[in-house]
């Protein structure tokens, strides 16, 4: 008599050391588990609701400046390093991880309107509304030794008068050249105590400078006549001017596809664009209730954070139209600038209150080293909140936030002011002869002109 038995080898199933997990063989025939999909829906649920409960992107307040913060501006070589102007004119480094300022660098007369550090981070170059450059050079020294954070101060290696008022500045990513906006666009060399070139297109005033990454010779503005102009540093001219219809207070270029950038505008959208097609904007960025203040792109440039004059900070998906995420704190008052870390893993953000507030890019993500066990269970319910993220449940507790009642009052009056001016085009169609009234898409009706 023959009697069928299963046979395995012990040596499939034997741990090798006893810390090791008992292995698990399994058959992945859906027919023999009917229950999976039901059993994954939970467990994708579970996981949303987890994320919401472990949710506190707040890490801590900076407080030091005696008025509100104007600008930021990174070090490339050391990340837990950040620096921020106030308009009281102080000019103050930071330690992120102990949250104290490490050194002060005084000077200024009025408020200090541009921040930015060279590629190498042995220069930092601060302006403002005094008409003067300064020039600090090695400004990361007090970083060495940080263990009594007793606030030293760095006297300036140059300062440099100019003829008007500075609104912001910029440094190269490849080469040692900056550039200053206020009545006109200045190239400084740090060695010369004059700008080495100069550029006009209008009497306004220039609001923000940033240079492409891609290329060291290109450089974006934003002004105060509504436009959008970019700038060839190897032409005697600028090159190319977007006008709007309402102006953009800063612009920030994608590090990961430098010919795309976006423009933070006072209508409460930001504006995504391909500088080589620049008739219509590619998305936009819809979330706010008032004026976005500042734009700063992660290093990865999958994502962007903004800051507000109605007191909150959100973070964009760069493909994304509505945020994914906001902030906000019953202390903090509006946002002037905001800047990503350059490992992507925090924000900053410098508001009218006079603090720095550290906040984690991703609001449940947990700090410190994750065993690789965690690392694998937290994967494992992301991919399910991705593969379950349509179903009605999952959506509505992904995406629901908890918002001030100022915000939230302000959001449905904007969204119904927007819905009655729809209804109200529509009608105004469909009293109109045949194609008298062209449907013009909101990528191009914030846009005047383009002028080369």
Known sequence: MRVKVISRSTDDYTRERSQDLQKVFRNYDPALRSQEK????????????????????FIGAMDGHIDAVSCMAKNPNHLKAIFSGSMDGDVRLWDIAARKTVCQFPGHQGAVRGLTTSTDGDLLVSCGVDCTVRLWKDPMLKMVDTSDHTGVNSQPSAVYTWKHAFWGADHQ???????????????????????????????????????????????ITSGSDRSLTLYDLRMSSPARKLIMKTRCNSVCWNPREP?????????????????????EAKIVHKGHVSAVMDIDYSPTGREFVTGSYDRTVRIFNYLGDHSREIYHTKRMQRVFCVKYTFDGTYLVSGSDDTNLRLWKSKASEQLGVLLPRERKKQEYQDALKERYKHLPEVKRIVRHRHLPKPIYKAANLRRTMIEAENRKEERRRKHSAPGSMTVQPFRKRRIIKEVE
């Open 259 to 279: 010919m795309n950038f976006t423009a933070a505008n006072e209508d409460t959208n930001c504006y995504s664009f391909d500088a080589r097609k620049l008739d």
């Open 173 to 219: 990513w490849d080469g040692n050249l900056f550039a200053t906006v206020g009545a006109q666009v200045d190239i400084w060399d740090p060695d010369r105590s004059e700008p080495i070139n100069s550029f006009e297109w209008g009497k306004d005033t220039v609001l923000s400078v940033r240079f492409d990454p891609g290329d060291c010779n290109i450089l």
């Open 38 to 57: 039901a059993v994954e829906y939970t467990r994708a649920l579970n996981a949303a609701k987890l994320e919401k409960i472990f949710a506190k992107p």
